[in-house]
């Protein structure tokens, strides 16, 4: 399997969301206050971090397609960008 495989990506998408939902459920932290998530693209070593409120975090993973990315990690997805959430961050609808 190559390191670019659609499951190598799917996998790595999928442990940067469990990451991010424990960052969302942390405690100490205000409901209102920015948090530094993950960005969920598929690019192996990516470390970019993207700044949302918890309830703006939330509101993406109430659709499972939806992942949050960095501005420019988007080209690797062939998926289209929804909207933007927060200066350099971008929500993208996978399609499968």
Known sequence: MSDD???RIARHREVRRAINEAIR???GHDEQD???FLC???LLGCNELVELRAPEYADLCTR???YIVCTGHDGDLEAPVVRRVAAGALVVALRR
């Open 5 to 7: 495989s659609p499951e």
């Open 64 to 66: 499972p397609r939806h």
């Open 40 to 42: 969920e693209c598929g």
């Open 25 to 27: 459920r942390g405690n």
């Open 34 to 36: 920015a948090r530094p």
